[in-house]
């Protein structure tokens, strides 16, 4: 079990809600898109996936983020 936390790049315009929201630092912005630079803090808390917008970034089934 476990979740990975995902980007649809495509659907991302960087408004950043979710860097904002997200309680450990795991994502960031580079030219304007969502990074998810630091995989290994992520708490699976789903805020992200809560707050965005446009369901950009989100929690999938599958194997842990390395
Ligand atoms: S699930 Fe939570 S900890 Fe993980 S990237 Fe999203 S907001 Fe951050
Ligand atoms: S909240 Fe959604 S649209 Fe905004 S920067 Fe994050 S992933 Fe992109």
Redesign the pocket.
Known sequence: MGKK?VVDKKWCKGCGI?VA????K??GLVDGKIE?ERPE?????????LRCPDYA?Y?EEGTENE
Do not use: T
């Not at 929201?21 to 450990?24: A, L």
């Open positions: 936390v979710c929201f997200c309680p450990k795991v994502l998810i803090d992520c708490i699976k808390c789903g805020q992200c996936e970034i929690l």
